[in-house]
């Protein structure tokens, strides 16, 4: 008989971690076990070239304070690069950048600057409003205990104590398209472009998509472990965090294996529970929990297995949207990059000059085809941190939206494509970069599928979305971390509230096993 | 001095004759004020050729709520309802996906497609069905505001929390979903063969300024199967003598209740004084006065055009501005001498007789909206061609046809503006997509009358030809339409109303939205209720 675990989590992504490390820290026998040699999944940071550093997740707008004081992340050596990076609207044509941090807007007209206070104002009363609901499991309709019950009547009341030309705000622009809530709002497009950015990020949405682009910007307001509205970046990359995560667990007793890749999760064929994983080696871990940090389809469909679970709720899995709509590269450049319109490329550099663009590059998407006009997300994290660059280096690390997952000619011949258009962009904004590039790795939503084993390289794990929201993430008897299955659990975004690097899935879940465990 | 009345109604479309009918009931001194000179707003029959009667715009009836077609003797006023056949969907490989009525007919037709999908359709209609039988419980009812403590507004929400619960709890996940998805992604819950998806997706667009990608549009598919035709919920049919039928039937109810119509009266501003409706002054310089006005315009013509601003509280003028009603929709209606040949189908066969479509994927009816995004009408457009002689033969001369075809997109602003050229050109992309499937189709062409955004908008009066009054978003439906807090038919000065198509339950010839708002306002007066509640399934 193998050594049996209180709770063993599969896959040490960023919420794997820090349910491990919550689960540790609050006495438990913890195992987890990671498919590949490095820690943080999607989280990751790798070396795409010597001596060069990058991770897939560039910021960390979503940390909570709780979770980095639950966790002791700062004793544990985690610590800020930025606390804020300022958002950098580019102009091709060399003019001075438009920038955005926290509640002031510069490069645009006044009428604009005092339109962008107003609607910060508002944004921020709204993310307040429903700030403490990430960090709480979902509440059920059918579920009478006082936890869902109170979450339930806390999230009426926080609704109603907006006010009620607040509130009634609120349910009307909960449902509204980027473009819509930009047009009411602003008269520049190109401050328009900029703010609409996190409205659609890692999801299937364009500006003009209703419904789902508000939920996804109050949620991406709201952490706030370097203050509210803040957008900071980690000392050491994303490493940086996913180390102190890492060491919150295994001081407290946690036993992280890696290269450890799981086959299947043992169940119990007589009470159909959960007890354990069986790895690819073969080796068989016991534990009493088995909590999955990876995708929702992964973790029943291909971990679990349907033949334990329901043809319904096989269906219910099975139709969550995966296909990831993002792509990444990382660049190696030799020198500082400069960028039209920009002393140095310190902050969060967008390409997008209008809605429209961004529209265009959708619409590519939608038909499966390449955008020649790509949006971009560019961070430069050596600026703030040098140790992940060799001397005189620098790393460029540029998100790419509205890449599709299944393109129609096929990425062998499409990623080459991709690659030219990022490029050419690039160049047009920051002139003799392509001479400065030493290096280069773009993954595809295909790439990050393969590579991080995360179904259709989403993201999220799924679709942010409001049809897959809260009771309904991924799907509802599944959406308070526990499953129909016995001993198996969810910590990861494919649960309520989702990706961005944030942890409360993980901590969300660890409070639901810890309970369970009473 | 004109005559003082109880009450006006500016507009007479269909849901302002309703309210005026029920004002009139219950004993009121009632004025309906219409600019054109025949009523009906959108809901019309008119005989633009000799013996050719056109339906030329809305051209089909299932959202009619039965109730009040039986309270308000429509029958007897001669409105007669006739089903008729499903759609026939044309591709562009030759083959066709046929609707029947019969359902194991319709199951051996759609698995030539799929047989997996036809296992699926089952499924596919009873959920669908769930869906639209909650939401047919709130039609003829004032939606609760949920910012309100008052005991109607708690009462509403209860009953409204009771209809859910009714539903299950797993159904009640289900419907969450359903509301803020789109038609693709929730048909692909479903079905996996694109020409049916396709099929079923048509009802997601129509009038809608949104593609089938697009989030929101399950509902809008939803809004046009949760009708009937006496009591065949998801029915269609037609109004014997045109859509104007409806209008002339309730006009009848109205007339026979002692109210009046005053055609070519068209309202330049909605009179207040005092923080109060003192009736309305038309664009010939002639007062009319009434304590109560009720507007059937559609909410942004009512609170940017005949209202004065400084009459509004301050945020209305801007939420007026703001609110969502695009042009999305033209229409094609064409006199036929003579059947055309549609080569895929042998002649004489029963599917002729039903409604046309040319579809083949979720991707062309997207491509389609792409085009209305950047201002140009759809260059591959989805047309849904209606019939409507075969079925009525009212419209057309014996061996005549009339064939009403639905266009979307076409948007409000083309490059050039709505010139005469660009609206032939825009006919001409409507018979070539015909053509395409029917050689000879031009051959047969009498007249045609062919109707953008910018002609609905100029003639009916709906601001930018919206055929809604407004986008059937969630952002605007239920207690957020027309806007959160004006959702129960008062305006914002004592004595205003509104009973278009831009208050809930939203458009389409239902004439819930006219009944509603009666009932508020006889509530107001204090006066019995007399407007029917929904006939429950």
Request: proline share 4%.
């Given at each position: ?43 990751a940071?790798?070396?795409?070239a ?34 804020h ?56 309709i ?6 869902s ?30 473009q ?89 064929e ?33 971990l679990?297995g349907?033949?334990y ?37 310190d ?58 997952y ?31 590039i ?22 999220h ?13 991924p ?16 910590c ?27 | ?11 007479a ?16 001194d009632?004025l ?15 005989e ?7 339906s030329?715009?809305s ?72 869906y ?15 910012t ?30 359903f ?50 035709v ?36 068209e ?47 301050e ?22 001498k ?139 439906l ?60």
């Open positions: 008989m193998s050594k049996q675990y209180d709770a063993l989590v599969i896959g040490a992504g960023h919420n794997g971690l820090a349910c491990a490390a919550k689960l540790a820290r609050a006495g438990k026998k913890v195992m987890v076990v990671e498919a590949n040699a490095e820690l943080g999944g999607l989280a940071t790798t070396e795409f010597e001596g060069f550093k990058a991770s897939v997740a560039h910021t960390l707008p979503q940390l909570t304070d709780k979770l980095v004081k639950d966790l002791e992340l700062h004793k544990h050596g985690f610590s800020f690069a930025s606390e990076l300022e958002t950098l609207g580019l102009k091709e044509d060399g003019s001075d950048a438009l920038r955005v941090t926290g509640d002031t807007v510069t490069g645009v007209s006044q009428d604009q600057v005092d339109a962008y206070k107003r609607y910060s104002a508002q944004m921020q009363k709204f993310a307040k409003a429903i700030a403490a609901f990430w960090q709480k499991k979902p509440p059920m059918g579920d009478k205990s006082w936890a019950v109170s979450t339930g009547i806390q999230f009426g009341l926080n609704l109603r104590l907006l006010g009620k030309t607040d509130m009634r705000e609120f349910t009307r622009m909960i449902a509204l398209p980027a819509d809530v930009m047009d009411e709002q602003f008269e520049d497009e190109h401050l328009k472009a900029v703010l609409a950015w996190d409205y659609t990020m890692g999801n299937k949405l364009a500006p003009r998509s209703p419904n789902n682009a508000m939920i996804n910007w109050l949620y991406r307001l709201a952490g706030d472990a370097s203050g509210f509205n803040k957008l900071p970046i980690a000392k050491g990359g994303m490493k940086g965090l996913i180390d102190a995560l890492a060491a919150s667990a295994t001081s407290a007793g946690a036993v992280i294996k890696t290269n450890a890749a799981v086959k299947k999760v043992v169940v119990d007589e009470t159909a529970t959960a007890v354990g994983v069986e790895l690819a080696d073969g080796e068989v871990v016991h534990a009493k929990a088995i909590i999955s940090n990876a995708d929702p389809k992964t973790s029943f469909i291909k679990l349907t033949r679970i329901d043809i319904q709720f096989t269906h219910r899995i099975n139709r969550t949207r995966t296909d990831g709509q993002t792509a990444k590269m990382h660049i190696a450049i030799k020198g500082e990059p400069k960028f039209n319109g920009v002393s140095r490329a902050g969060r550099m967008i390409i997008a000059p209008k809605m429209s663009y961004i529209e265009n590059a959708f619409d590519s998407s939608k038909y499966g085809e390449i955008a020649q006009d790509p949006a971009m997300e560019i961070v430069v994290p050596t600026m703030h941190d040098a140790s992940l660059a060799p001397e005189g280096h620098h790393v460029i690390s540029i998100t790419i939206p509205n890449v599709p299944k393109v129609k000619a096929g990425w062998e011949t499409e990623k080459a494509n991709l690659q030219s258009a990022i490029l050419n962009k690039l160049e047009a904004y920051a002139p003799g970069i392509k001479d400065q030493v290096a280069s790795d773009l993954l595809t939503p295909v790439d990050l599928e393969s590579r991080y084993n995360v179904t259709g390289g989403h993201w794990h799924g679709e942010l979305a409001l049809d897959a929201w809260w009771m309904n993430r799907t509802y008897e599944a959406s308070q971390y526990k499953t129909p299955i016995d001993g198996f659990y969810l990861g975004a494919g649960a309520h509230p989702g990706g961005g690097v944030m942890g409360a899935a993980g901590s969300n879940a660890a409070d639901v096993v810890l309970a369970a465990s009473k | 001095m004109t005559k003082k009345y109880d009450a006006i109604v500016i507009g479309g269909h849901n302002g004759l309703t309210t005026a009918a029920y004002l009139a009931k219950s004993g009121l009632v309906v004020v219409e600019k054109n000179d025949y009523i009906g707003g959108a809901a019309v029959s008119r633009l050729h000799d013996g050719w009667i056109y030329n715009c051209y089909v009836c299932s959202l009619l709520r039965q109730s009040i077609h039986r309270d308000l003797n429509l029958t007897k006023h001669g409105l007669m309802i006739v089903p008729y056949m499903g759609t026939t969907n044309f591709t562009r490989n030759g083959d066709y996906l046929a609707e029947y009525p019969d359902e194991a007919m319709q199951y051996r037709e759609v698995r030539r497609h799929s047989k997996r999908d036809a296992d699926a359709m089952h499924r596919y209609y009873t959920d669908l069905m769930k639209a039988k909650v939401i047919r419980h709130f039609l003829l009812r004032t939606p609760a505001d949920p309100s403590f008052k005991p109607r507004d708690l009462q509403e929400m209860a009953f409204m929390a009771k209809k859910f619960m009714g539903m299950g709890e797993r159904d009640i996940y289900e419907f969450m979903r509301m803020t998805m789109s038609a693709a992604d929730f048909l692909a819950e479903y079905f996996e063969n694109d020409l049916i998806k396709a099929f079923y997706a048509t009802s997601s667009i129509i009038g809608t300024a949104l593609g089938v990608y697009s989030p929101g549009t399950a509902y809008v598919l939803l809004h046009h199967v949760m009708g009937d006496d009591g065949a919920v998801g029915a269609w049919g037609l109004a014997r003598g045109g859509m104007g039928s409806i209008s002339k039937a309730i006009h009848g109810a109205l007339q026979e209740h002692g109210g009046e119509v005053m055609l070519e009266a309202v330049d501003t909605i009179i207040v004084k005092g923080g109060k409706t003192k009736g309305v002054a038309l664009t010939n310089g002639s007062v009319i006065e009434a304590p109560i006005v009720v507007s059937n315009l559609d909410p942004k013509r009512t609170f940017t055009k005949i209202m004065n601003k400084e009459d509004l509280p945020d209305l003028y801007k939420k007026a501005k703001d609110f969502k009603i695009r042009g999305s929709s033209g229409k094609v209606n064409i006199a036929l003579g059947m055309p040949d549609f080569p895929t189908l042998p002649k004489g066969h029963m599917l002729r007789n039903g409604s046309m479509q040319f579809l083949d994927s979720l991707e062309r009816m997207e491509r389609a909206y792409d085009d209305w995004k950047h201002n140009r009408w759809s260059q591959d457009p989805f047309i849904e061609m209606t019939q409507s002689s075969v079925w009525d033969p009212t419209h057309a001369a014996p061996g005549n046809y009339f064939v009403s075809c639905f266009i979307q997109y076409c948007p409000r602003e083309v490059e050039g503006g709505w010139t005469e050229e660009n609206k032939q050109a825009f006919g001409k992309t409507i018979i070539d997509q015909i053509s395409n499937y029917s050689p000879n189709f031009k051959d047969h062409i009498e007249h045609m009358e062919i109707r953008t955004p910018y002609d609905i908008e100029k003639e009916v009066g709906l601001t930018e030809g919206n055929i809604f009054q407004g986008e059937l978003t969630i952002d605007q239920m207690f957020n339409r027309p806007f959160p807090g004006y959702s129960q038919y008062r305006g914002p000065v004592k004595g205003m109303y509104m009973s278009g198509s831009g208050t809930h339950p939203g458009g389409g010839v239902s004439a819930a939205c006219g009944a509603n708002a009666a009932r508020e306002i006889l509530m107001d007066l204090k006066r019995p209720n007399i407007v029917p509640e929904d006939e429950n399934d």
